[in-house]
């Protein structure tokens, strides 16, 4: 069974701060990762993908990948109310496109 | 770029009527589009991968006779939803991978469809 962890939550972070989000992934073939942003009420959107070991920036946002420890986190730096959302961590494993996605981390960001 | 609308957003239905979605990819092509279904505090489950021009591939546990899938052409794929009943009563939500170099393999989903059938 290939699974991806995520700790629900919900995470609390005052505004301002960094806020640490963490998956971690049971297949050692996965490929490919994505972080999905979910609002209540609203469908996923792709906020960073990585496929390599090692940081990838884009904006307030930071991905991290290990593979040989197969975890996969998220920081968001300088966190601000609208980063409240759920965040969802998605495993690509092959050929077949498929994501399997952890069953999220629900974000509150406190002004 | 990489949009994926769906129409419509909110359909409300009698029990035993079939009900149409439309998933479509506005800037890219997309040679496969996944649907998935969420209920409330869940997380997403795929239903089904949808390749162009070809049969969908079901996941375990989905009716394929009761979710039929069409992907018609490189930016268009429907799922109707036949003799519907309350307990399909869920948020529809479709996704295109994109296959450019930069952006390998990523899903962009549609805005999703919320159904309730009465």
């Known amino acids: 069974q290939k699974e991806v962890e995520q700790n629900s939550g919900p995470l609390s972070v005052p505004e301002g701060a960094i806020a640490s989000l963490n998956c971690t992934y049971s297949d050692r073939v996965s490929q490919s990762f994505f972080w999905y942003r979910q609002y209540s009420g609203k469908s996923p959107e792709l906020i960073m993908s990585i496929y390599s070991n090692g940081d990838k920036e884009d904006g307030r946002f930071t991905a991290q990948l290990n593979k040989a420890s197969q975890y996969v986190s998220l920081l968001i730096r300088d966190s601000q109310p609208s980063d409240s959302a759920t965040y969802l961590c998605?495993?690509?494993?092959?050929?077949?496109?498929?994501?399997?996605f952890g069953k999220g981390t629900l974000l509150t960001v406190n002004p | 770029g990489a949009v994926v609308s769906q129409h419509p957003s909110r359909v409300i239905c009698k029990s035993g009527t079939s009900v149409k979605i439309e998933c479509r990819s506005l800037d890219f092509q997309a040679t496969t589009m996944f649907w998935y279904r969420q209920f409330p505090k869940q997380s997403l489950m795929l239903m089904a991968t949808?390749?162009?021009?070809?049969?969908?591939?079901?996941e375990q546990g989905v009716e394929k006779d009761k979710f039929l899938i069409n992907h018609a052409s490189l930016t268009l794929s429907t799922l109707t939803v036949t003799s519907a009943h309350p307990e399909d009563s869920s948020f529809y939500i479709c996704?295109?991978?994109?296959?450019?170099?930069?952006?390998?393999?990523?899903?962009?989903f549609g805005p999703g469809t919320r159904l309730t059938v009465l």
């Open positions: 996704s295109a991978r994109t296959s450019g170099s930069k952006t390998y393999n990523e899903q962009f």
């Open positions: 998605a495993v690509n494993q092959g050929s077949n496109y498929k994501l399997t």
């Open positions: 949808s390749n162009e021009g070809s049969k969908a591939t079901y």
